[in-house]
């Protein structure tokens, strides 16, 4: 293939060294589009137009190994293109981001070459971050906010899925067997965004009365408020037993002549509410914890005492 001498000067931006067109091999790969892909996802329009820029300069691998072993192109140029007479799933004009790659022409490559010309190495999938996830259907960012439509599923005649937008990194692009898009690829990542409000979580579940799809953050979110319930809940009933004891501690104190078991009874299906207000109504007027010293009664005694004893 005849490069143009900006695509060579494209390429060499990327060298440490000036490399000839006789030292380079350069090949179109179709990076992704806006389809609705396997994992019922797509790119808008406006995210493939965001991330041809992001996308020069970005190596490509085998698989998304983090292996520089495994490195074997780079990007040097990227381009959109609109296929005509094509619609997506939902009915929208196809459009491709495409990039132009390069190699070295070395003993190395010459097998890879060789699978990329006859057709076996063709397809790619790109590893890049998003802002956002929207559901189709309620138009919700599944990122922020709780969204009880199941991608995959039909809603009133409707498919959900999730538009990607508002891309704000991209790595690279790996040949891959199976690619997440039929005509090209993608892994995607997100952007960590502020966490869900929960109550807006719980409302969505309570309204649905269907199975609810939630995001990983929304999930852990909700794992981590039942493990912290459960953990108040276990000081919860340690609080109400030590309150249950107490409460007859002090009935036994103001009812002397009743057999406590009796009060071990009682307590044991009161509410905390209804422990604390005993509780409260127990010690008005008595001494810390209702006991009477040894020592107030002498001392009543000796007040009292006339001393007539010692009287002749």
Same mark, same amino acid.
């Given at each position: 293939?005849? *490069?143009?001498?900006t695509?060579?000067?494209k390429?060499n931006?990327?060298s440490?060294?000036?490399?000839s ?9 179709? *990076?992704?589009?806006?389809? @609705?892909d396997?994992d019922?996802e797509?790119?808008?329009?406006a /995210?493939l ?6 996308? @020069?300069?970005?190596?490509?691998i085998f ?6 072993? #495994?490195?074997?192109?780079?990007i040097?140029?990227t381009y959109i293109?609109?296929?005509? $007479?094509?619609?997506?799933? #939902? $009915?929208e004009?196809?459009y !491709? ?16 070459? #060789? ?5 076996i190495?063709k397809?790619v999938? !790109?590893?890049c ?5 929207v559901? /189709?259907?309620?138009?919700k960012?599944k990122?922020k906010?709780?969204c009880?439509h199941?991608s ?7 498919l959900?899925? =999730?538009v ?9 692009? /790996? ?6 898009q039929?005509?090209?690829?993608v892994?995607?990542s997100f952007k960590?965004?502020?966490?869900p409000?929960?109550?807006?979580i @719980?409302?969505?579940?309570k309204?649905? #009365?269907?199975?609810v799809t *939630?995001?990983?953050?929304? /999930?852990?979110? @909700?794992?981590a408020l039942?493990?912290?319930?459960t953990?108040?809940?276990?000081l919860?009933?340690?609080y109400?037993?030590?309150l249950?004891?107490?409460?007859a501690k ?7 002549d009743?057999d =406590? ?6 307590v044991?299906?009161?509410t905390v ?7 409260? $109504? *127990?010690k ?5 914890? $209702? ?7 002498a001392e009543?005694?000796i007040k009292?005492?006339?001393? =007539?004893?010692?009287?002749?």
């Amino acid at each position: 293939m005849q *490069l143009k001498t900006t695509d060579i000067e494209k390429i060499n931006a990327y060298s440490r060294k000036k490399l000839s067109e006789d030292e380079v091999y350069i090949f179109t790969v179709s *990076l992704c589009n806006n389809d @609705i892909d396997r994992d019922y996802e797509k790119f808008s329009v406006a /995210s493939l137009k965001a991330l041809a820029p992001m996308f @020069i300069g970005k190596t490509g691998i085998f698989d998304h190994s983090m292996k520089s072993a #495994d490195q074997k192109a780079r990007i040097f140029d990227t381009y959109i293109v609109k296929e005509e $007479g094509k619609k997506t799933a #939902d $009915g929208e004009d196809f459009y !491709v981001l495409k990039a132009r790659a390069y190699m070295l022409k070395s003993k190395e490559n010459k097998a890879l070459i #060789d699978e990329i010309e006859a057709g076996i190495k063709k397809e790619v999938s !790109v590893s890049c971050s998003m802002g956002k996830s929207v559901c /189709s259907v309620c138009k919700k960012d599944k990122r922020k906010q709780s969204c009880p439509h199941k991608s995959g599923k039909m809603y009133d005649g409707e498919l959900a899925f =999730s538009v990607l937008e508002e891309p704000f990194d991209a790595y690279e692009f /790996s040949f891959v067997a199976v690619p997440a898009q039929r005509e090209a690829g993608v892994t995607k990542s997100f952007k960590k965004e502020k966490e869900p409000d929960m109550q807006e979580i @719980i409302k969505t579940i309570k309204a649905c #009365d269907g199975e609810v799809t *939630l995001s990983k953050s929304q /999930s852990e979110q @909700i794992t981590a408020l039942i493990d912290k319930l459960t953990e108040e809940a276990e000081l919860g009933e340690r609080y109400k037993k030590e309150l249950s004891k107490e409460v007859a501690k002090l009935l036994a104190i103001k009812l002397p002549d009743v057999d =406590s078991e009796l009060f071990n009874s009682i307590v044991s299906v009161m509410t905390v509410k209804e422990l604390i207000g005993f509780k409260d $109504g *127990l010690k008005k007027g008595m001494k810390p914890e $209702g006991l009477t010293p040894q020592l107030a009664q002498a001392e009543k005694e000796i007040k009292t005492n006339d001393y =007539s004893q010692f009287r002749i």
